[in-house]
C-alpha cells in the first residue's frame, strides 16, 4: 500500500481499493482542508465516498464534481484523482484555488459508479453500466447516465436492458444515481455541477433531452468556449462545446440536465481527451496531461461560479 | 474474465445524415453485439464502433455495401488489454 499521497503513482490506473485508501491518505496528509463523507451505498453495497474540500463555514455555496459514472472511461477516474490532489495542494499557493475555498466547498465524487469500476478491473473492462439486475432479464445494468429524472424515458435512452443505454425501469432506480441526487437536493447549496466523462473531446451543457436553449445558453456558451481555450493552450488538445443537444445527439435522462432541471445554473459535463487512436484504452502515459489540460478548463468554470452568485 | 480477442474498433465517418441512420440501425441489431463506443452524431464526425472477431465480416461488408468509409483504429482490442494490464502490474511493482 502507498504510504503518502507524495509517494502515489498518478500516472498509473488504480484498483479502487488503491484509490480508496489513496482518499484516506489525502485526508490524512490536509486534516484542515479535506474530510470524506459517505453518501450512499452501491448497488453491491461499496461506499459511496465523496472528498469534501472546505475552509469552514456552515452549508456553504458548493460545487460539485464527479468522474466515473461509466466505469469503463477510466482515464476520467485517473484525472479524478490528480485533480483532487491538485486542489489540496494548491489551496494557499494558487490564488484562485485560494479564493474559491475560502468562500466556497468542493465535493469531489471520483468512483461514481464503484461496482461498475470493481467489474472492469475483474471481469470486463469495457463495462460502461451499474451491476443492478434487471427483474425478467438476463442482461445486468442501467446506465447511470440515462436514470436522472431529466425527460427519463425519452428518446437517446433506451428500453432495452441489454442496451448500453437502458434507462432502468424508473428514474433514480439505481442506488448510486439516488444517493448523488439525494445528496445535491439535500445540501440546497450546489451552485455548479461538474460531470467528468470521457473520450469525445467537448465540453457540454444542458439540455439533452430537449432541443430548447437554456435561459442562460450565451453565459454558458462563451464560458465553455474561454475554458475549452484554455485548455487547448496546454497541449493543443482541441474541444467541441455547446448543448449536448446540439452538440452530440439528444440524450434523455443525463446528470447534468436534471441538476440544471432542479436549479444548478452552472452545470457542465466533460468528454476528455482521447487522440484517436485508443478509446477507452487510452495508455497511463496519458492521464497527467490529460489531467494537466484539463484543470485550466475545470478552474474557469469554478472561478466563474465564484464570480457570478445567485 | 470476458475476453476481447480479434475484435476491433472502427473509425467510422457518416457522410451524410441517411448514413447516420444507417449506423444507428447497424447498432441495434442486436445479434452483431457492437458497441459504439463514440456514438455517430453528425455528418464528418467520426463514430468508433467496436465489433466482436465473429460480427467483423458482416459489419464491414454492411459498411461497404452502403458506402459508408472507416479505418481501422484498434486491430485487437485484447492486444491493447494485456498491454494495460502489464502496464499496470509493472507499476505496482
Known sequence: ??????????????????IYNWMDMLVEDHPNLVSKIQIGQSYENRPL??????????NRSAIWLDTGIHPREWITQATGIWTANKIAEEYGQDTSVTAILDSMDIFFEIVTNPDGFVFTHSSDRLWRKTRSINAGSPCVGVDPNRNWDAGFGG?????????????????HS?????????????HGNVKSVISIHSYSQMLLFPYGYKTAPVPNHQEMNELAKKAVSDL??????????????????????????????????????????????YGFLLPSAQIIP????????????MVHVLEHPY | ????????????????????????????????????????TS???????????????????????????????????????????RTMMKSRR
Open chain 1, 290 to 301: 490529460t489531467a494537466t489540460e484539463t484543470w485550466p478548463a475545470l478552474l474557469d468554470i
Open chain 1, 232 to 277: 487547448a493552450a496546454v497541449y493543443g488538445t482541441k474541444y467541441t462545446y455547446g448543448s449536448i443537444a446540439d452538440t452530440i445527439y439528444a440524450a434523455d435522462g443525463t446528470a447534468v440536465d436534471w441538476a440544471y432541471d432542479n436549479g444548478v445554473k452552472y452545470s457542465f459535463t466533460f468528454e476528455l481527451r482521447d487522440s484517436g487512436r
Open chain 1, 174 to 186: 439505481e442506488s448510486e444515481v439516488k444517493a448523488l441526487a439525494d445528496f445535491i437536493l439535500g
Open chain 1, 155 to 171: 428518446p437517446g435512452a433506451s428500453s432495452d436492458p441489454c442496451s448500453e443505454t437502458y434507462h432502468g425501469p424508473y428514474a
Open chain 1, 1 to 18: 500500500k502507498e504510504r503518502s499521497t507524495s509517494t502515489f503513482d498518478f500516472a498509473s490506473y488504480h484498483t479502487i481499493d488503491e
Open chain 2, 1 to 40: 474474465e470476458k475476453l476481447f480477442t480479434g475484435d476491433q474498433v472502427l473509425r467510422i465517418t457518416a457522410s451524410d445524415e441517411e448514413q447516420i441512420t444507417q449506423l444507428r440501425v447497424l447498432g441495434e441489431q442486436a445479434e452483431l453485439q457492437v458497441d459504439f463506443w463514440r456514438h455517430p
Open chain 1, 49 to 58: 465516498n465523496v472528498l469534501k474540500f472546505s475552509t469552514g463555514g456552515s
Open chain 2, 43 to 85: 455528418p464528418g464526425h467520426p463514430a468508433d464502433l467496436r465489433v466482436p472477431f465473429s460480427s467483423l465480416p458482416a459489419v464491414k461488408t454492411f459498411l461497404e455495401s452502403n458506402n459508408i468509409s472507416y479505418s481501422i483504429m484498434i486491430e485487437d482490442v485484447q492486444e491493447l488489454l494485456d498491454e494495460e494490464k
